[in-house]
DNA sequence: CATTGGCACTCCGGTCCGTGGAGTGCCAGT
DNA sequence: ACTGGCACTCCACGGACCGGAGTGCCAATG
């Protein structure tokens, strides 16, 4: 069966030009692949394999080279998930655990994520719109100046000041405290939100205290602000200079994504649906800028839904080692948020 | 007053090699300059410059270019302070008075200060050290855990769990919290720490309640936290691109370092002394792998003493335009701390 | 029909000149 | 102290050259 003998001569080839990061030749394969065929058979199967796109030449007479095209077939059907080692799952562990906070878990993903590829790593704050409220702190700093607290249940923090125009007595304090949090405790953002804003809308008589008017402001609006939502953390630049070859081709539009971090959120956001691991190679998808860089990234969280990790290299990578690791590191992530 | 005019051919080859990124020679110097001297004269002051250090010849019929101890001079002594404009003055303005909290202001100034000076932008977090306590807030997540958020007067806020063996009732919460709060509130946090150790060293009869002795603990243990004095924030690393030469010598050890913080901090730390604006050039201080870098850099916030900011880049840089940028930026950021 | 050995061909990458130009150092003159 | 002149140095650039790796094609073979 020929046919198969293609694919095997795909697969060897993505693996040992991502080892040697050169074209590769027919010599050299059945030098290093047990094929049992010769150079020539060899030489046939890779004029067929570039006719159908999955092979490019960069000019007469040098080796081949995998086209996006090529990686994605060996992505989706020539690789076998290379399981994480039990000393991988050890040293995830051992990294994460120690993490005391919700940045400090972000932190340490996107630097371990980073070590453990040795590419730049992207960690996706968790959004807000899939928290639920943990508890609405409200504190006098002045009679006048409010201090709200907006704790939620992935551990994020928010925060704003009010202003009153009149003095608000500790009692009155107190009844305001726990009508907010009766009514946005345990709810979703959104959920909370909404009811937040029928507290102030039923007439309750005439003194519709304009204080709690401005405490659901500033609280609805701290919720709505999705702004925030756009976090990320990046780690693993230096990695970057491993490959100091193609500075221009691959290293500067992948910083100036880095900075523009839209369109990595942009990324992010598309591995986000389904649970598996989510693989973009070169040129697919809208950035034209990003063409030699794929991304390899999933969700993380409840249902792998609350947001995204992942990376972002070259597209010539170790696809199977990467996407263990990638896997791994947000299972672990998302086992840790869950108990917290 | 041949001394005053090789002063004056110091700083002109300076600007003139800044500018161009190419050594300079004699004769182009007295062009692009008004120095109303043959380019031979000129060439005996380069030799003379060249003795005591502040030049270099890459090679025998080639021009010539500042040594680090050449920038030092420039810097201490040749430039005159460029003002910030009245649109930069305004951009910076705008740019950062949308800031809601603290997150947000050093994003926002790290942002800002990569886009004005075109170099990699590094912002410390305020540190606790200076800080005080705002608020300390108690929350029940379950009869048997509690949530600890520790809000400071800079906007930062860190939380902690703690775990206890028995429950606590709704009313004993309220009587740590508002115990817990009178100790810290408004005490540098040094202070507060060893007030609240205060609280439970205190044998006060043999009920010393194990929750009281729990939650301090970890309050404590929350504001010696150094760990968190080590943030910083980076911007502007596809700045980086600008140099696509000598990507390995310049490059690869600036990414390397940013990963490091711990260096960064390092560097920065440095910048906090004294009011004004410090500048590290090449080899200065111990850190050879960044011989071709420098540091421009301040402190912000009351006394310039909150923590740091400031841009990495190569030597070869724009100095009095970094530096007002850099002073202006501070300057800002240091109103909006203490306003808000 | 798939496979194979042979062979001519292509093209890249490195090396080795040769040359032009920019810049210097020095010296003698003002 | 400054300047013009001059010989010298050295790099950067371009062209020529060559070896090697790799290919495509073809005829032969099982």
Redesign the interface.
């Known amino acids: 069966m020929q046919e198969e003998r293609r694919l095997a001569v795909l697969r060897a080839i993505v693996e040992d030009y991502v080892a040697t990061e050169e074209p590769v030749g027919s010599k050299a394969l059945v030098e290093r692949h047990s094929l049992n065929v010769s150079p020539a058979t060899i030489r046939n199967d890779m004029a067929a394999l570039e006719d159908e796109g999955y092979l490019h030449q960069p000019h007469t007479s040098a080796g081949r080279v995998p086209t996006d095209k090529g990686y994605r077939l060996f992505v989706d059907r020539l690789s076998t998930v290379k399981p994480t080692t039990t000393a991988e799952r050890r040293a995830i562990a051992s990294f994460l655990d120690g993490a ?2 919700l940045d400090d878990v972000v932190h340490r993903s996107v630097r371990l994520l980073a070590q453990l590829t040795r590419q730049v790593a992207v960690v996706q704050y968790p959004t807000l719109s899939r928290s639920t409220v ?2 609405v ?1 409200v ?1 006098a ?1 002045t009679p006048t100046r409010l ?1 709200l ?1 907006l ?1 939620l249940s992935t ?1 994020r ?5 009010v202003e009153l125009d009149a003095d608000l007595a500790d009692d009155e304090l107190a009844a305001l405290r726990s009508r907010v949090n009766l009514a946005a405790t345990g709810e979703l953002i959104g959920d909370a939100a909404s009811a937040l804003g029928d507290l102030v809308r039923v007439p309750e008589g005439e003194d519709a205290p304009a204080a709690t008017r401005a405490v659901v402001e500033a609280l609805v609006e701290a919720m709505s ?1 999705h702004r925030s939502d756009e976090r990320i953390m990046v ?4 990695n ?2 491993r490959f ?1 070859d193609s ?2 081709t691959s ?2 539009p992948l ?2 994504a ?2 523009e971090q839209v369109i990595l959120l942009k990324l992010l956001g598309e591995a986000t649906t389904g649970g598996a691991v989510t693989v973009r190679i070169g040129a697919e998808g809208p950035y034209q800028e990003l063409s030699s860089t794929s991304v390899v990234a999933t969700g993380y969280g409840p249902d792998d839904a609350l947001a995204s990790l992942g990376i972002v290299g070259p597209t010539r990578m170790d696809y199977p080692g990467t996407m263990a690791a990638v896997r791994a590191v947000a299972r672990y992530v998302s086992r840790i948020l869950d108990e ?1």
């Open positions: 005391v906070d943990r508890h702190e504190v700093l201090l607290v704790i551990g923090v928010e925060q704003r000041h602000d780690a693993g630049t230096a970057l200079a100091g500075f221009e290293v500067r910083l100036e880095l900075e917290s």
